[in-house]
T-cell receptor, first 113, second 115 residues
Framework: AQSVTQPDIHITVSEGASLELRCNYS??????LFWYVQSPGQGLQLLLK??????LVQGIKGFEAEFKRSQSSFNLRKPSVHWSDAAEYFC???????????FGTGTRLQVFP | DVKVTQSSRYLVKRTGEKVFLECVQD?????MFWYRQDPGLGLRLIYF???????EKGDIPEGYSVSREKKERFSLILESASTNQTSMYLC??????????????FGSGTRLTVV
């Protein structure tokens, strides 16, 4: 069965600094990978997804993520963080033969001015 | 854009009450899901439905049931609410067609407090 790990529970960065949120997955075949963002008191919004092709995917709000099969990772990056990026971020893994996603436990991002 | 609407943002219920959480989507999605979100535990799947009247248990179905009488509506039922069911409940829907790469659309969540 597939699983996903987000090693960082809480990350703090200064506004304008670069950001990388880590996600590691476990799955025997090529997974479908997703990043979602949850602003306080809200539901989850899809940032980006990977299911095939180019391993560097671009998403909304200036985010990107890179699929690295050798490291079983799908880390989320942003070159310059804005205060409005403060939120909780969830990585999720799925497969081609089921619509059930497995979510990580999330990383809370705090942004200091 | 697909919209998933959860009828209540906040609910306070008493222990032992029967509680209904409603979720409606407006884009003819096949699959619908109920998750529970707790700090440090992420999202845990309670139930999902892949067609009208069809349902499947998720990882934590105990104490919950669901109903899907119409394609657009998926209800979560707490048969007898308990304090350990205090949580944020998230509904989601998806296209539900292979190769299942579209991801989910989530509602805004219902924060339920059982006292």
């Amino acid at each position: 069965a597939q699983s996903v790990t987000q090693p960082d529970i809480h990350i703090t960065v200064s506004e304008g600094a670069s950001l990388e949120l880590r996600c590691n997955y476990s799955y025997g075949a090529t997974p479908y990978l997703f990043w979602y963002v949850q602003s306080p008191g809200q539901g989850l919004q899809l940032l980006l997804k990977y299911f095939s092709g180019d391993t560097l995917v671009q998403g909304i709000k200036g985010f990107e993520a890179e699929f690295k099969r050798s490291q079983s990772s799908f880390n989320l990056r942003k070159p310059s963080v804005h205060w409005s990026d403060a939120a909780e971020y969830f990585c999720a893994v799925g497969t081609y033969n089921t619509d059930k996603l497995i979510f990580g436990t999330g990383t809370r991002l705090q942004v200091f001015p | 854009d697909v919209k998933v609407t959860q009828s209540s943002r906040y609910l306070v219920k008493r222990t032992g009450e029967k509680v209904f959480l409603e979720c409606v989507q407006d884009m003819d999605h096949e699959n619908m899901f109920w998750y529970r979100q707790d700090p440090g535990l992420g999202l845990r799947l309670i139930y999902f439905s892949y067609d009208v009247k069809m349902k499947e248990k998720g990882d934590i179905p105990e104490g919950y049931s669901v109903s899907r009488e119409k394609k657009e509506r998926f209800s979560l039922i707490l048969e007898s609410a308990s304090t350990n069911q205090t949580s944020m409940y998230l509904c989601a829907s998806s296209l539900g067609q292979p190769p299942y790469d579209s991801g989910y659309t989530f509602g805004s969540g219902t924060r339920l407090t059982v006292v």
